[in-house]
């Protein structure tokens, strides 16, 4: 049966350069749309991203809310592209402090940005409350890329009663580790918002690092799925003492066996 799915995505080939994760970012969305079924695609829009090469524009209907996080109001900014070979639509998260000013993770001198933690909630506030705007109501949220971590706890608390995600089921792809230093000390507090709270996170470090973003992703998903051979041990030894279905890795012919693991959840 058809399904709405929608893909939160840390990066996507052709906007940013080749990686495990960018051409997963590309690859997941357009195979599970040509099997039929209706997707939505979001992804930061990275300052290293080329906007007139990749034909970005803003969608002004969607733009102009202000985010708070940490006490600060952030504007957002939604830009959006198709992938013309793919006909995949993508729609950019974009702030002028956390995204289109920066690099991607690391800065020019390759050390991870100071409020990757910040930017990481300012993303995943911005892709549920676009969705919401957009009247969208997702059967599935597929999250691919440790900035989206935070979006299987706002599914299941602060956003659980709104009606585009009362029904939601979240899977988390899991990947290698390309998130070099620890989250902004103030990360726990950042992520309250509405029933998110941060007494939610006393079980975790008190400082995230990629494994514990791993195991905060995995606590609040409906399911986990290994999309890397680089997966952390750790992590999938953690998801599998969940009650929750477990997909091993595919390998490259993943479309089908994503398509069963949808099915199953």
């Known amino acids: 049966m058809a399904k709405k799915?929608?893909?939160?995505?840390?990066?996507?080939?052709?906007?940013?350069?080749?990686?495990?994760?960018?051409?997963?970012?590309?690859?997941?969305?357009?195979?599970?749309?040509?099997?039929?079924?209706?997707?939505?695609?979001?992804?930061?829009?990275?300052?290293?991203?080329?906007?007139?090469?990749g034909q970005l524009h803003e969608v002004i209907r969607l733009s102009g809310m202000n985010l708070?996080?940490?006490?600060?109001?952030?504007?957002?900014?939604?830009?959006?592209?198709?992938?013309?070979?793919?006909?995949?639509?993508?729609?950019?998260?974009?702030?002028?402090?956390?995204?289109?000013?920066?690099?991607?993770?690391?800065?020019?001198?390759?050390?991870?940005?100071?409020?990757?933690?910040?930017?990481?909630?300012?993303?995943?506030?911005?892709?549920?409350?676009t969705v919401k705007k957009l009247r969208w109501v997702p059967d599935i949220i597929?999250?691919?890329?440790?900035?989206?971590?935070?979006?299987?706890?706002?599914?299941?608390?602060?956003?659980?009663?709104?009606?585009?995600?009362?029904?939601?089921?979240?899977v988390t792809s899991l990947f290698a580790n390309n998130l070099k230093s620890d989250l902004d000390p103030n990360f726990k507090r950042c992520v309250e918002f509405r029933e998110a709270k941060a007494d939610m996170l006393e079980k975790y470090k008190d400082t995230f690092d990629f494994q514990e973003l791993g195991k905060l992703a995995i606590d609040y998903s409906d399911g986990v799925i290994?999309?890397?051979?680089?997966?952390?041990?750790?992590?999938?030894?953690?998801?599998?003492?969940k009650d929750i279905p477990v997909l091993a890795f595919p390998g490259e012919d993943f479309s089908a066996a994503y398509e069963e693991f949808y099915e199953k959840i």
């Open 68 to 129: 708070i996080i940490d006490d600060t109001d952030h504007p957002l900014i939604i830009k959006v592209a198709t992938i013309v070979q793919t006909r995949v639509q993508v729609y950019f998260i974009d702030n002028d402090d956390y995204f289109s000013k920066r690099q991607m993770i690391q800065n020019e001198e390759g050390n991870d940005y100071a409020d990757n933690g910040e930017r990481a909630i300012f993303f995943a506030r911005g892709v549920l409350e």
């Open 226 to 241: 290994a999309a890397s051979e680089d997966v952390s041990k750790d992590l999938l030894k953690y998801a599998a003492g």
């Open 142 to 170: 597929h999250v691919q890329g440790w900035m989206g971590a935070v979006v299987p706890l706002y599914i299941k608390t602060a956003y659980h009663e709104e009606p585009s995600f009362a029904n939601t089921k979240v």
């Open 5 to 53: 799915i929608l893909f939160i995505n840390q990066e996507i080939v052709p906007y940013v350069p080749d990686s495990e994760l960018a051409l997963m970012g590309k690859a997941v969305p357009q195979a599970i749309q040509e099997n039929g079924h209706e997707i939505r695609t979001f992804m930061p829009k990275w300052g290293n991203i080329n906007e007139r090469r």
